[in-house]
């Protein structure tokens, strides 16, 4: 009430003898979760540690030491999404590579020569067509005798 500066966190303020041990309590438990969110940082529990750090900022938003060790596993993860990403793009190049190699090699080490494999791909896709030729062109031969006779 009165905001003066207090010289210690006591109970009660010594000019005006207001209660300010929910202040007190405040700052304690501020300062307990500080120390806790640090021990597990140095202990190598970063998850635990970045919570302890959130629930510090969720308490007091404008806290230097947990705005600043949370943003830094931001920074972290960002780089970390990064780096995996191209990571997983460097995956796909190496799958391509390894799939143009099996097919430059294929006709080799007692494969089927690929000249005959790909005549035989080449005939069946000709095929294919043919039949499909075949079967369209007495599908419509069929429709024109059948649309014949209904116009008579």
């Known amino acids: 009430m009165c905001k003066k500066t207090l010289p210690s ?12 041990s ?16 640090e021990s597990l940082t140095r202990a190598g529990e970063l998850g635990e540690a970045v919570w302890a ?8 938003p404008d806290n230097e030491t ?7 596993v931001a920074a972290a993860v960002r780089q970390f999404d ?7 793009w460097l995956d796909k190049l190496q799958t391509r590579a390894q799939f143009r190699q099996w097919l430059h090699t294929w006709g080799t080490e007692g494969s089927p020569p ?3 494999v790909w005549a035989i791909a ?3 896709i000709l095929l294919a067509l043919l039949v499909g030729y075949f079967v369209g062109h007495q599908e419509a031969g069929r429709h024109d005798v059948s649309s014949a006779s209904e116009t008579e």
């Open 9 to 20: 966190l006591g109970k009660e303020c010594p000019s005006c003898k207001a209660d300010v």
């Open 22 to 37: 929910l202040l007190v309590t405040y700052v304690e438990d501020l300062d307990n979760s500080l120390v806790r969110a």
């Open 53 to 60: 750090y959130l629930e510090v900022l969720e308490t007091d």
């Open 66 to 72: 947990a705005r600043r060790q949370v943003g830094r």
């Open 82 to 88: 990064r780096l995996a990403q191209g990571r997983r």
């Open 114 to 116: 690929r000249g005959i």
């Open 122 to 124: 080449l005939v069946a």
